[in-house]
C-alpha cells in the first residue's frame, strides 16, 4: 500500500526537535509520514531552550558529554555539529553562528528554528496536533497508534514503520513512556537534569548573583567542576554555573551516590596573599570587608554562617574569611521534572541499535531524542542528540 491508503509509511510520534526532524528527512525521501503531537503546538519545548536562544549544538560535541558514550559514538560521529549547520542551513533555510562554542541560530531566537521546522513539516508531513498516544498496538501491517483527540475521543492510525520521539516530562513534557514499557520494553530510572541544585544555604539572598568556580562531590569524591555565574534561590543554587554541573548530580544519584556537597569559590584566580591584602585594606569591619570580592547580601551571609560578628577586625578573622569566599555546602533533594531542562533516564539503549536507532527486538521500531536513556551536558548537547538521532533513524530514506 503506498500514499492514499490508510496504512502510512511511518508515524512519528512526538513533534519536538527530533521528530519533527526526522519526520522532515523521511518526507524529503518520498515517505508518507504522519506525525502525532500531544501538545497544541509542534516543538513547543524547543522554543524555551538556551533562554529562548536556542542553543542547537556544540562545537565540542563528543561521545565523553554524554552518560553513554559507547551508544551515542556511532551516532555522532555520523552527525557531527558541522553536519547540524549544513542541515539547519539547506533543510531549513536557517543560518547558524557560533558563540563561545555553542551554536544558535543566527537571528539569537528560538522561534527562527522552531517557525522553519513548523512551516518544513506542515509542508511536507501531515501534521496532527492535541492527539495525544494511548496505546501501541503490533499489527501484520506494522503498527496501529490508539489515540485521544481534542475532544478526547478515541482515533486510530496505521503505519509500516513507527518513531517513537516522545521527548520526556521536563519543562511542560509529557510523560509518554508507558507506551513502549507496555509493549515490555524497559524504562530506567528517570531524575530531573539540567536544573537548579537544591540547597537551603542561601535563603535570604534569593535573586544575587555571582560568578565562582563550583567543584561538585558526591560522597566524599570530585565530580565535576565548572565556572560560570551563580544565581542564588531560597531553595537552590542556579544559574549556568549549576545548570552545567547538574548532570553530573542526576547521573551520581542514579549510580548511588547520597552525600553531596558543592564548593563555590569566589576567587579562583587569586592567592591567599592577595585576597589578605585586599581584606585588610578595607574600611569596613571583618563582615563589610567581603564587598570586595562578593556582592553585599552575599557577604553578610556567608559572614554570619561563619560566625563573624559584627564590628570584628578583617586581620583576627582572616581564616574565617577565607573560607567565607570558598564556602562549601550540602546539595540534597530533587529539583521538579518542570525546573528540568531534560531528563536523566529513559528506554534502556541496550534495546536499540545506535547504527539505525531501530528496535533489537521489533522490526520497523525506532526510538530517538530524550525518549532513550541518553542526557547529555548543558551547551547544546542534549539537542544535538535530538537532531543526530533523528537524522540516523532517517538515514536509510533521507540523510542531509
Known amino acids: 500500500m503506498g500514499k492514499g491508503t490508510d496504512v502510512k509509511d511511518y ?13 522532515i528527512l ?13 501538545g497544541a503546538r509542534a516543538c513547543a519545548k524547543l522554543a524555551a531552550t538556551g533562554n529562548g536562544r536556542c542553543n542547537a549544538s556544540n562545537v565540542e560535541i563528543s561521545p565523553s558529554r554524554y552518560n553513554v558514550p559507547e551508544f551515542v559514538a556511532p551516532v555522532l560521529s555520523r552527525f557531527t555539529a558541522e553536519s547540524l549547520r549544513s542541515c539547519f542551513a539547506d533543510l531549513l533555510g536557517v543560518a547558524t553562528r557560533e558563540v563561545d ?27 496532527k496536533v492535541s492527539v ?3 496505546r501501541i498496538v503490533r499489527a501484520p501491517f506494522g503498527y496501529e497508534v490508539v489515540a485521544s483527540d481534542a475532544d478526547g475521543g478515541d482515533v486510530r492510525f496505521r503505519c509500516r514503520k513507527l518513531v517513537f520521539a516522545c521527548g520526556s516530562n521536563a519543562t511542560m513534557g509529557f510523560d509518554s513512556l508507558s507506551l513502549m514499557s507496555d509493549l515490555g520494553y524497559r524504562v530506567t530510572e528517570r531524575v530531573p537534569s539540567i536544573a537548579p541544585l537544591p540547597t537551603r544555604a542561601f535563603r535570604g539572598v534569593s535573586g544575587v548573583r555571582a560568578y565562582a568556580r563550583g ?6 569524591g570530585e565530580i565535576s567542576t565548572r565556572y560560570g555565574e551563580v544565581l542564588f534561590r531560597d531553595d537552590a ?6 545548570m552545567e554541573l547538574s548532570s553530573a548530580y542526576a547521573r551520581a544519584l542514579r549510580n548511588g551516590a547520597r552525600a553531596f556537597s558543592l564548593v563555590l569559590d569566589f576567587v579562583p584566580d587569586i592567592p591567599d596573599d592577595k585576597i589578605d591584602g585586599i581584606l585588610c585594606s578595607s574600611a569596613c569591619d571583618a563582615r ?3 564587598i570586595g570580592f562578593v556582592p553585599r547580601a552575599l557577604g553578610e551571609k556567608l559572614a554570619a554562617a561563619a560566625g563573624i560578628e559584627s564590628g570584628a577586625r578583617a586581620a583576627d578573622r582572616l581564616d574565617d574569611l577565607r573560607r567565607c569566599l570558598r564556602p562549601e555546602i550540602t546539595i540534597e533533594g530533587l529539583p521538579s521534572f518542570k525546573q528540568a531542562q531534560v531528563v536523566c533516564g ?15 527486538r521489533d522490526e520497523g521500531l525506532f526510538a530517538i531524542g530524550e525518549a532513550l536513556d541518553v542526557d547529555g551536558d548543558c551547551g547544546g548537547f542534549n539537542l544535538h542528540w535530538a537532531w543526530a538521532s533523528a537524522a540516523v533513524c532517517a538515514s536509510e530514506e533521507a540523510s542531509c
Open 11 to 23: 508515524i512519528v510520534i512526538g513533534a519536538g526537535a527530533s521528530g519533527a526532524m526526522c519526520a
Open 26 to 38: 523521511l518526507a524529503r525521501n518520498g515517505k508518507d509520514v504522519l506525525v502525532l503531537e500531544g
Open 101 to 127: 562554542g555553542r551554536i544558535y541560530p543566527y537571528g539569537n531566537n528560538s522561534g527562527c528554528v522552531v517557525n522553519a521546522l513548523i512551516a518544513r513539516l506542515s509542508q511536507c508531513c501531515e501534521l
Open 132 to 134: 495525544r498516544a494511548k
Open 215 to 220: 567543584t561538585l562531590f558526591a560522597d566524599g
Open 237 to 242: 543554587v542556579s544559574g549556568m554555573l549549576a
Open 288 to 290: 563589610g570587608a567581603l
Open 346 to 360: 529513559g528506554l534502556d539503549t541496550s534495546q536499540f541499535s545506535p547504527k539505525t536507532m531501530m528496535s533489537l
